[in-house]
């Protein structure tokens, strides 16, 4: 999804508040007692910031560059 160049930027601003969120959400779901559960929360965390991540390169940054780039031509 996410990777090298202008869309590995999108995870940056996101990461952190994609990342909080989803672990706060399915610790109240999976409970973290097991070495399992704690990575399963884990990945899912990281997978769900990725795809967030995608959405906002997709949705937000692309039209803006497009925009950006026919102004100044």
């Keep these: 999804m996410v990777g090298k160049g202008p869309r590995a930027y999108s ?5 952190v508040l994609i990342d909080i969120s989803c672990e706060f959400v399915l610790i109240k779901i999976i409970p973290p007692t097991t070495t399992a559960n704690k990575l399963l929360i884990t990945g ?10 995608y959405l906002f390169y997709r949705f937000v940054e692309q ?9 100044s031509a």
């Design 44 to 53: 899912l965390s990281v997978a769900v910031a990725l795809a967030g991540a």
């Design 11 to 15: 995870i940056y601003p996101l990461h």
């Design 63 to 71: 039209p803006f560059m497009r925009l950006a780039s026919k102004k």
